[in-house]
Every structure is written in C-alpha cells, then in structure tokens.
C-alpha cells in the first residue's frame, strides 16, 4: 500500500492497527502501572497524545468514567477516523477526537494528565512537543511518558545477524524522515528545562521466549514493519524473506531469548 497524506513512517493500514494491537497488549500492564504511579483518578481530564488507533484511550476513558474526559490527538487521518468510529462503537461520550499535528496544534490546556508512548520518535522537533505538553497541563498536573531510550538493546541471544540489520535499518528509517529512536534522553533533558520536575524514571525491558505476548510485540513489528521498509522503497524483496525466515527459525528453537528495545518510562509534573 502506497503512504498516504498524513501517514507516517510506520503506516497507518490495518496491519499496522492489528499490530498495535498486539503491541498495547503487550505493554498493557506496565502501562497501568506507570498511569497508577502517576496518581490517574476518576473525573480527570487526559489528552491520549498522539492516540494511534486508540488502545490506550480506551483503558483511559474507562478509568476516568464518564465524570472526566479523553482527548484523543492524532495526526493521522485513518488512525482519527478510526478512534472517532470506535469510540462511538463503545459509547464513550468522554472521549473526544482531534484530528492534528502536534507540531502545529493548539494546545488542550486544563488537562490533569498526559499520556504519550511512542510519539516522540517520530516527531521533528522534541521542544515542540515538550511546549505543547506544557501549555495542555495545568500546574500540578502530570505527563506519563513512554519512549525508547536504546532501540539497539533489541536482539536475540543466541545472536542472529539479519535482525540485527533489520534494527539498524529501522533505526535509519526514522531518521531519515526526521525523527530519532534513541529520543527518551533528550526528551528528559527538555521536560526539565521546560518546568517540569520529575517524578520518577524507570527503565523497562523484556527478555521473551518464543509464544509469550512480550516475544509477539517484535516479531509482530518485524512480519509489518519488513514488508514497509521494501514498500518504502528501502530494501529489497530478497532482504525481508531473509529477515523473516530468520526470526521463523529463531522462534522454533526453544532456547532462544527476544531482548526488546529499552524504553524509558519518565513521569513528570508541571510546576
Ligand atoms: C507508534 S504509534 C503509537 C500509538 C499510540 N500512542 C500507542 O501507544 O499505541 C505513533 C503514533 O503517533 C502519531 N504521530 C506521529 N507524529 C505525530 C504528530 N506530529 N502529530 C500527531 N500525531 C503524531 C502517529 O500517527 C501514530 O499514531
């Protein structure tokens, strides 16, 4: 499928929705944990920043009931549509959607807490976004922010050469349409000098075996995300079967380890 307008790096079909899927399953406890270690009630105002197709917001909108309120943010035009469709589907009159570049937008100010995972990759300018955070909470309020902070810990053990190109090439991907994997130090250094204080920072990472959800997230993101980087134009036909047959062998021998990409988990207030 060609990229579309408002599409981004990792496209925005229904592969990528099912993917995303299976990559907020994955991440479903910690993300309650972090929410939890950020103080989430009853009765808050959230901004979901940049929502995707909306699991999260979902989990949200449960948690803050009716009494509060879900602002969904998202740049892409289908990924918009489909929160804007499924919110209706649940019945979710506390959820709204606002369909946006966060790079442009106005902010949302007034809200209690802000929750961001995996948006700051894939932004050109982490001040932007960092000043858009800042004007959308109110002093006290808290950002909740889940970002990678070493995307090459990704590995198997034992070692296997094509995914490690295949991490690499990801890594440049991004990149080259201007935004940056590793982003998770800076976007700490800039909450800080923006007037938030931190409240805590956590590092988290999986060691997975085959068939457990936490070994599915990156094997789900190398079945899409391979055959993205050939539509891009990247690499060839020749290098995703190679990639893929790879991570199939690895998977069928039970004495492989999957080491995910470090994310930082950064909770922050408003002063
Ligand atoms: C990897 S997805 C993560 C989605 C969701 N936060 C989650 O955790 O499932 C990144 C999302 O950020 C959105 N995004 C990237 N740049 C954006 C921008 N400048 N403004 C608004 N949304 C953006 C993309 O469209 C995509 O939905």
């Known amino acids: 499928m060609a990229p579309t307008a408002g599409d981004y790096v990792l496209g925005t079909g229904q592969v990528e929705i099912a993917r995303l899927?299976?990559?907020?399953?994955?991440?479903?406890?910690?993300?309650?944990?972090?929410?939890?270690?950020a103080g989430l009630r009853a009765g808050w105002r959230v901004v979901d920043v940049g929502a995707g197709p909306g699991y999260a917001t979902w989990d949200l909108a449960e948690m803050v009931g009716t009494a509060g309120a879900v602002?969904?943010?998202e740049r892409s035009p289908r990924f918009a549509e489909e929160l804007r469709r499924e919110a209706a589907a649940r019945g979710l009159p506390q959820v709204s959607v606002i369909e946006g570049d966060l790079m442009q937008l106005a902010p949302q100010p007034g809200c209690d807490m802000a929750w961001c995972r995996w948006v700051a990759s894939f932004v050109p300018s982490v001040a932007t976004l960092v000043r858009w955070l800042r004007e959308s909470v109110r002093p006290g309020g808290r950002v909740v922010l889940h970002e990678y902070a070493d995307y090459g810990s990704w590995r198997l053990a034992p070692p296997r050469a094509a995914l490690q190109e295949f991490v690499q090439e990801v890594m440049a991907s991004w990149r080259d349409s201007g935004g940056e994997p590793d982003v998770a130090p800076a976007l700490l250094g800039e909450l800080r000098r923006s007037g938030f204080s931190v409240i805590s920072t956590r590092p988290h990472l999986f060691t997975a075996t085959p068939g457990q959800l936490a070994w599915q997230w990156p094997a789900a993101f190398v079945a899409v995300n391979a055959s993205r980087l050939f539509e891009l134009g990247r690499v060839s036909a020749e290098w995703v079967t190679r990639v893929t047959a790879e991570l199939a062998e690895a998977e069928r021998d039970p004495g492989s380890i999957m080491i995910t990409p470090l994310v930082l988990e950064i909770i922050v207030e408003r002063r």
């Open 21 to 37: 899927g299976v990559q907020h399953r994955a991440w479903r406890e910690v993300m309650l944990g972090a929410w939890r270690r």
């Open 71 to 73: 602002v969904a943010v």
